[in-house]
């Protein structure tokens, strides 16, 4: 694993192969369709793509349900096709980095075909297989999509799967189906990988009980939460995983580890950890209260400053022990934007601003694709037009809840995955030029206003911000205090900025974004000096001691001393 500090320097971007580009006209996303477009991910300065999973799959969900990890499915071409995809970035100077699915795989695995026809054989011990005397399910576990995390099979007995039901929870209690594992992984990284994104990890290691909990719901069920994620003893497993896999290689791993408590951080990212950096999810859905999506806060109903708290502590418990993967947007969010900004105020400006926001944190940044061409969430007329499962099961809930499905869309609009998993817009011309044939999701209707052949001849274009803003973190100074800087926040008097500074070599940059609508005076102890890039020509003007920002002003300046 990667022990220096280089990575720290460099760009990520992530791909949702499905939706990226169609290289063959059949309405899919394909690898190949990658590899035609490295060209424009190395124009905007990407070091390193990772790769929403291209095995083989049923696709139940997203293809986070693999049934062979050693093949591609065929809707995204070949492994020759993987092989090329290698090769051309590499000759590129990008590292692919793939999605790296543990925690369960999927019912079509011929593991799990093999545990289903005999219970005595190896595969079967993969799993978590229980019997009952009763007829119920063993617990009253909820899986992440909704209803009971077990289901039964014909012979009565019953598996685990704390997401879909095609998902089935492999056992790593089990050191065969460890070693079957990390042989795998191994298989991939000799192949010249750049590292992995590692899905639902913090969910390995299951309370050894599985005891029935309270219920927290009418449903009578509880969250499976406090039993799988994170659960003591998970440091031995990720240990193992470590040593017979990463730390053979040179590659860096990203962990999506939501659940890790900060006085944990130092076991996971820290000298000695079992990743190279983690996704911290604690600021990324300020917006859920409640149970499902229509009960959930629109932006500005809960106060920008939460953001900032969350977002502060993050960073600063991180930075006392490792470095961060920062992100604003990925394929199971909602554009940032809806989060963030009302409707009214979604424009390139404000999409500047988010992205001045979090690409400079501390950490190496993710842009999620699209969210450089300053996308905004699609339109959704009927559930018909989504496919995602954990959409369809909050609109399950929304109707059981006694909404119209009139009422029911408008919460799939707002916070579908789906909204980030559309056809990505390269031009003007029919289906925005992601496919010659029929694009497995409605392209955006908004392709006209965002796409990336637009927008590169646009100079004041949110893609070319976003290279602005890369090109700024490659430069040597303010570079190197904005990637390795520490960070410290400013402004903390006004509620409607999110500011910070990072500091290097004795020399402190200043970020500052404004979600304010409307101008902002204010008295910063610190005078602007040169300005390297703003989503303004004039980002603020000096009034004697103050500085008045323009509505949701965002620039990244020099900091000198006061006179
Ligand atoms: C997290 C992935 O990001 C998400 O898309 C998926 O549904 C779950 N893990 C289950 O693999």
């Known amino acids: 694993m990667r022990k220096n500090e280089e990575w720290k320097k460099k760009v990520a971007y992530q791909i949702y192969p499905r939706s990226f580009m169609d290289s063959n006209g059949d309405g899919t996303g394909d690898l190949k369709g990658i590899t035609s477009k490295l060209d424009y991910l190395k124009d905007l300065g990407v070091d390193y793509v990772w790769i929403c999973p291209v095995y083989a799959s049923p696709m139940d969900d997203g293809g986070y349900d693999i049934s062979d990890y050693y093949s591609i499915n065929p809707m995204f071409g070949t492994m020759e096709d993987m092989d090329e995809l290698l090769a051309e970035a590499k000759k590129r ?49 909820r899986s992440m999509f909704g209803g009971s995390a077990w289901e039964q099979v014909p012979d009565g007995r019953w598996y685990l799967h704390l997401f879909s039901k095609k998902q089935p929870d492999l056992n790593w209690e089990n ?22 994104r590692i899905d639902a990890i913090t969910h390995i290691k299951k309370e050894p009980t599985l005891a029935s909990l309270p219920p927290d719901g009418p449903d009578g069920m509880v969250g499976c939460f406090a039993p799988t994620r994170n659960y003591p003893g998970i440091g031995d497993l990720l240990t193992e995983l470590r040593e017979n896999t990463f730390d053979r290689y040179d590659c860096i791993t990203v962990a999506e580890a939501a659940g890790v408590p900060y006085d944990q951080l130092g076991d996971y990212i820290g000298e000695n950890g079992y990743f190279s950096t983690l996704f911290d999810f604690t600021y990324s859905e300020l917006y859920n209260h409640g149970h499902t999506w229509h009960t959930c806060k629109k932006a500005w109903e809960w106060p920008i400053s939460l953001l900032r708290d969350k977002m502060f502590a993050s960073q600063l418990e991180t930075q006392k022990i490792g470095f961060g993967a920062v992100y604003f947007e990925n394929h199971d969010y909602p554009r940032a934007c809806e989060k963030f900004i009302p409707h009214e105020y979604q424009s390139p400006l404000t999409q500047k601003m988010l992205g001045t926001l979090f690409f400079f944190l501390r950490g190496i940044p993710f842009i999620y694709q ?24 909050h609109y399950r809930i929304s109707l059981a809840d006694g909404l119209t499905p009139e ?25 925005g030029g992601f496919t010659t044939g029929k694009p497995w999701m409605k392209p955006h209707p908004r392709y006209l206003e965002f796409n990336a052949a637009d927008e590169a001849k646009d100079p004041g274009s949110v893609l070319n911000y976003y290279k602005k803003m890369v090109a700024l973190r490659k430069s040597e100074y ?41 101008p902002l005076s204010i008295k910063a102890d610190f005078a602007p000096g040169e300005v390297f890039i703003a989503n303004y020509e004039k980002p603020f003007e000096k009034s004697g001691e103050n500085l008045v920002l323009p509505p949701f002003s965002a620039f990244v300046c020099e900091m000198t001393e006061k006179c």
Request: aromatic content about 12%; charged content about 30%; overall charge negative.
């Open 370 to 393: 699209g969210e450089e061409l300053g996308m905004t969430n699609t339109v959704f007329e009927s559930i018909d037009d989504v496919d995602d499962i954990s959409t369809k099961n």
């Open 93 to 141: 100077g990008i590292r692919i980095i793939m999605d790296l699915v543990l925690n369960h795989c999927s019912d079509e695995h011929v593991w799990f075909k093999r545990a289903l026809a005999d219970p005595d054989c190896e595969e079967a011990s993969y799993f978590w297989f229980r019997r009952t005397d009763d007829g119920n399910p063993p617990n009253n576990w």
């Open 478 to 518: 303010p570079g190197a205090q904005l990637t390795l800087g520490d960070i410290a926040p400013l402004l903390l008097d006004y509620p409607d900025i999110i500011a910070y500074k990072r500091i290097k070599d004795g020399r402190e940059v200043a970020v500052v974004c404004s979600f304010s609508p409307c």
């Open 175 to 196: 050191p065969k189906l460890r070693e079957k594992l990390y042989e795998m992984i191994r298989w991939w990284l000799d192949k010249g990988l750049g590292g992995f």
């Open 407 to 431: 009422e029911a869309i408008k919460a799939v609009n707002r916070y579908s995955r789906d909204n980030g998993r559309v056809p990505f817009p390269w031009g003007p011309g029919k289906n």
